[in-house]
C-alpha cells in the first residue's frame, strides 16, 4: 500500500455542498471513493487556511491515488493535491539501498 496526504480546498460549490450536508457526509463520501479503489482513509480533518481538508489515506499504487484526486477535481467543487508520504522505516530501507557509494560528481 503507498500512504498519501491528501490535501482539499473547497470552491464555491463546494463550500455550498458542505453547509448543505454537513461534514460527516463529506467524510463518508471520500472514505467511499477511497474504498471503491481497494484503499482506506485513516485519518480526515477539517482545517482554517489555505487547505481545508487534510486526509491521510492508503492506496493499492499511485494510480488509485491518482484516481480518487481526480474525481474529486472533476466534480468542480474541490481542488485536492495528493501528497506521497513515507513512513520513518521506508527512508531507513532507502538509507540501506543508497548505501555508502559515492554520488555521481558535478557536471561542468
Do not use: C, W
Request: charged fraction near 25%; aromatic fraction near 8%; avoid cysteine.
Amino acid at each position: 500500500m503507498s500512504k498519501f496526504l491528501l490535501r482539499a480546498s473547497y470552491l464555491p460549490e463546494g463550500v455550498k455542498g458542505l453547509l448543505r450536508d454537513g461534514g460527516t457526509d463529506r467524510r463518508s463520501t471520500i472514505e467511499e471513493l477511497v474504498r471503491n479503489v481497494g484503499g482506506s482513509v485513516e485519518a480526515f480533518y477539517y482545517a482554517f487556511g489555505a487547505d481545508e481538508v487534510y486526509a491521510i489515506a492508503d492506496f493499492p499504487d499511485h494510480a488509485s491515488a491518482v484516481a480518487v484526486s481526480a474525481r474529486v477535481d472533476a466534480s468542480g467543487a474541490v481542488s485536492v493535491s495528493a501528497v506521497p508520504v513515507l513512513t520513518p522505516e521506508e527512508i531507513g530501507e532507502a538509507k540501506q539501498m543508497a548505501g555508502n557509494s559515492r554520488p555521481p560528481a558535478p557536471e561542468g
